[in-house]
């Protein structure tokens, strides 16, 4: 199994600044995702960081709002650029491998962000 | 969107067990349904998934319809630790590629466990 580490676990943050957050496994893995979960609700895809390329989004998740960096098979950053209160969600860190690990998807214990 | 449909809530008495439902009627015939919880305050953690025959592991049991519309999460004996949300998900083969190993979550079930 793999274990997953989220810094910071949370943060209050003003207005039109950017929080990055990181994401380190404690094992090489071949998937890296991150998600959003606004309050109340179930968990939303963001995008796939890909290593050493450019992360891939889903439909209303852009790069400019949401920069992703992959540098290696362990860590991973997201930046919520620009937050505004509706940024306010947990975001979570997730990792997958191929082979035996491929069914279970670990998942990091979220950033809770505030945004006033 | 998610694939699936499940109740919003439910309440099991401790010591009993917990049969959490999940409609999938329109699941392909390579897509397997998976079972996440979510424990209050942490991340989604996976429990167990199957294709089409029924599956017990240390955690809980899963057993799927003939016809593979819908599935029931069985927690044989609930304890106020698995007071969560549960999450049925419905996920292609890993030979798909990359969008394989992608999560789709609807809005789950939460359970509640009662003293």
């Known amino acids: 199994s793999a274990v997953i580490s989220q810094k910071p676990s949370r943060d209050i943050c003003q207005r039109g600044t950017s929080l990055t957050i990181q994401c380190q496994v404690d094992?090489?893995?071949?998937?890296m995702f991150w998600y959003r979960q606004q309050p109340g609700q179930s968990l939303t895809l963001i995008a796939t960081a890909n290593q050493g390329s450019e992360a891939t989004y889903e439909s209303g998740f852009v790069i400019d709002k949401f920069p992703i960096s992959r540098p290696n098979l362990t860590f991973s950053t997201l930046t919520v650029s620009n937050m505004s209160p509706e940024d306010s969600s947990i975001y979570l860190c997730s990792a997958a491998s191929g082979g035996a690990s491929y069914n279970e998807q670990f998942f990091g214990p979220g950033t809770r962000l505030t945004v006033l | 969107d998610a694939k699936t449909t499940q109740p919003t809530s439910m309440d099991c008495a401790e010591g009993r067990a917990a049969n959490l439902p999940c409609n999938h009627s329109?699941?392909?015939?390579?897509?397997?349904v998976y079972w996440y919880r979510q424990i209050h305050s942490q991340g989604p953690q996976y429990i167990i998934h199957g294709l089409k025959n029924n599956e017990t592991n240390e955690m809980a049991s899963l057993i799927i319809t003939e016809d593979r519309k819908s599935s029931t999460l069985i927690l044989p004996h609930a304890t106020l630790r698995d007071t969560a949300v549960y999450y049925c998900i419905v996920r292609p083969p890993r030979r798909s590629g990359a969008g394989s190993y992608q999560l789709t979550f609807g809005k789950g079930t939460k359970l509640s466990v009662i003293p």
């Open positions: 094992s090489q893995v071949t998937m």
């Open positions: 329109t699941i392909s015939g390579n897509e397997y």
